[in-house]
């Protein structure tokens, strides 16, 4: 089983310790996934060996424009990232990212409506670009808002069922203490309407194709 995490230097939690808390809790490896912002210093990660679990270094690419994100992933895939990830949540940098071939892109609605519709389930599939429903927004809220946030990601479930887009389900963990069971994570997937073997593909199958793939070539359009 797979999570994708925050680790330092973006968050408190080093790389060894996430690493450590995952194996204790049952994991089979995790995938960092810091943040990148086109205008800031390419992330770098301190990975020692014996961690326990592999460790796995991939880039969250985050920017305000379709033009920032495309200079962002050409980056990161020069960079030679395992997993180059989109920052999604805004309709046009969805489909940016889906239409230059990323490996993940990260919550695609983020409780915005229709961020993240069938026109971007189907093209995702089409392109085999992985969907993250990160369950961050239901493990770490109450009442409403954690309503709200698993009605969010139903819907998008129920999207990626339909297209047959690749998906991964994961907590987002930005500290160790943020990291969840195996067993919990799938009792909080259940609750979204994911099943057992959609919950083993999310979190196994999918995740390793993402890290098998990391040398194929991330297309970028221009304009």
């Given at each position: 089983?797979?999570?994708?995490?925050?680790a330092a230097?973006?968050t408190?939690?080093?790389?060894?310790?996430m690493?450590q808390?995952?194996?204790?809790?049952?994991?089979d490896?995790?995938?960092?996934r810091?943040?990148?912002?086109p205008?800031?210093?390419?992330?770098?990660?301190?990975?020692?060996?014996?961690t326990?679990i592999?460790?796995?270094e991939?880039?969250?690419?985050r920017?305000?424009?379709?033009e920032?994100?495309?200079?962002?992933?050409?980056?990161?895939?020069?960079?030679?990232a395992?997993?180059v990830?989109?920052?999604?949540?805004?309709?046009?940098?969805?489909?940016?990212?889906?239409q230059a071939?990323v490996?993940l892109?990260?919550?695609?609605?983020r409780?915005?409506g229709r961020?993240?519709?069938?026109?971007?389930?189907?093209?995702?599939?089409?392109?085999?670009?992985?969907?993250?429903?990160?369950?961050?927004?239901?493990?770490?809220?109450?009442?409403?808002?954690?309503?709200?946030?698993i009605?969010d990601?139903?819907?998008?479930l129920k999207?990626v069922?339909?297209?047959?887009?690749?998906?991964?389900?994961?907590?987002?963990?930005?500290?160790?203490l943020?990291l969840?069971?195996?067993?919990?994570?799938?009792?909080?997937?259940?609750?979204?309407?994911?099943?057992?073997e959609?919950f083993d593909?999310?979190?196994?199958e999918?995740?390793?194709?993402?890290?098998?793939?990391?040398?194929?070539?991330?297309?970028?359009l221009?304009?």
């Amino acid at each position: 089983m797979h999570d994708f995490v925050h680790a330092a230097p973006e968050t408190a939690t080093t790389p060894a310790r996430m690493a450590q808390t995952a194996a204790h809790a049952g994991y089979d490896a995790v995938v960092l996934r810091n943040h990148f912002n086109p205008d800031d210093a390419y992330p770098s990660y301190d990975v020692p060996d014996g961690t326990g679990i592999p460790m796995h270094e991939g880039v969250e690419v985050r920017a305000d424009g379709v033009e920032p994100l495309h200079e962002g992933v050409r980056r990161v895939e020069r960079g030679g990232a395992e997993v180059v990830a989109v920052h999604g949540g805004e309709e046009a940098l969805n489909r940016a990212a889906i239409q230059a071939d990323v490996d993940l892109l990260a919550h695609p609605n983020r409780g915005r409506g229709r961020s993240f519709d069938h026109v971007l389930a189907r093209e995702a599939a089409e392109s085999g670009v992985a969907v993250e429903l990160s369950l961050a927004s239901v493990l770490r809220s109450s009442g409403g808002e954690r309503v709200e946030a698993i009605r969010d990601l139903h819907t998008t479930l129920k999207l990626v069922r339909k297209y047959g887009t690749p998906f991964v389900v994961s907590a987002d963990a930005r500290t160790h203490l943020e990291l969840r069971a195996p067993r919990e994570l799938r009792a909080v997937a259940y609750l979204i309407g994911i099943d057992e073997e959609e919950f083993d593909r999310a979190t196994d199958e999918t995740p390793r194709r993402l890290i098998e793939d990391d040398g194929a070539d991330v297309e970028v359009l221009d304009g």
